[in-house]
């Protein structure tokens, strides 16, 4: 079993030898050059005014704030005093651990097991942050955590997510180097290679964020229409669900692509057997808290359906 009590030294890893008993300074997580952000780029579209009474009520919800580590270490402290997650590290890139959240089923009987992973790419953290929101959902709705295990990582690139950079300190973007046969992996994928080797999984979300460009939110995935149509439809009821063109993507229904193989986490989950692997994109065009919360939704509205699609093959 992993260690359920979080040392000061995994949640703040020691640097020349000294144990962290706090979380770094908020400015030093910013003293580093800053790229193009996945932060708010203004309601360019029409579309989004339909939306915008809807969403406003989303501000200021305690969502974990943007690219800022030690927040992040903080608010997963927090959950790794509740009883029902286990907070562990993976291992450590540059000091810095990355974190694998695991939340065990409640039931009795065989159990699927569900993944969620955010932060690979570093200036996307609306996926980090709803995370935090998804497990508050997951927490409280108890027929998921009776028939589910659930596995998250956090933030896949911590250097990313505390540079503000979409790539890796080799400046390598790990969304494309899932797959390199016979290179080197990538520190992070090295870290996080081992568990996925050993779990099989059911159903994997992977959460990014799109180019302002984009309208709406979408996945891209390698599943199945049966299951991400019922849980986009619904989704779209509340949320801005893709219009406006998927290139380079292929649209096999409103807010449902397939991309071409490019070593991905989604193809590298894919062709090791996972039935259902699915990269969720939010919209940069929405504000933060905004973006965050469909980004959490969406993620809620495919498990809700998977549990119902699964709940009925059960009780055939
Ligand atoms: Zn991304």
């Not at 009590?5 to 300074?25: E, H, K, Q, V, W």
């Not at 991905?264 to 989950?269: I, S, V």
């Amino acid at each position: 079993m992993p260690n359920k009590i979080l040392s000061a030294s995994l949640l703040y890893p020691s640097r020349a030898g000294a144990t962290r008993l706090c979380a770094p300074s908020s400015l030093e997580a910013r003293n580093f050059p800053r790229e193009k952000v996945d932060r708010f780029d203004g309601f360019s579209t029409p579309g989004w005014r339909t939306f915008l009474p809807r969403l406003s009520r989303f501000s200021g919800t305690g969502i974990l704030p943007e690219n800022n580590l030690p927040a992040l270490y903080e608010r997963l402290g927090v959950l790794a005093g509740r009883p029902d997650v286990c907070v562990e590290s993976l291992g450590n890139v540059k000091a810095m651990p990355i974190h694998l959240l695991r939340m065990p089923a409640t039931g009795a009987g065989t159990k699927k097991n569900i993944l969620i992973c955010a932060g690979v790419h570093g200036n996307e953290p609306s996926g980090v942050s709803a995370v935090f929101e998804l497990i508050s959902e997951i927490q409280a709705k108890p027929h998921l955590r009776e028939n589910f295990n659930f596995y998250i990582l956090p933030c896949v690139n911590p250097y990313g997510f505390k540079t503000v950079s979409r790539r890796n300190e080799n400046d390598v973007d790990l969304n494309r180097a899932f797959a390199a046969s016979g290179q080197e992996n990538e520190p992070e994928i090295d870290v996080v290679k081992p568990f996925f080797e050993k779990t099989s999984f059911d159903l994997v979300l992977d959460l990014h964020s799109a180019l302002p460009k984009r309208d709406g939110y979408f996945v891209l995935h390698r599943s199945t229409l049966q299951l991400l149509g019922p849980a986009m439809e619904n989704f779209g009821k509340a949320w801005p669900v893709l219009s406006n063109g998927s290139k380079p993507y292929q649209e096999e229904a409103p807010g449902i692509c397939t991309s071409a193989p490019k070593g991905t986490l989604k193809d590298y989950l894919a062709d090791q057997g996972c039935p259902h692997v699915i990269t969720l994109e939010a919209p940069r065009a929405l504000a933060f808290n905004e973006r965050t919360k469909g980004l959490s939704r969406l993620a809620g509205s495919i498990i809700d359906e998977f549990a119902a699609q699964n709940k009925a093959i059960d009780s055939h």
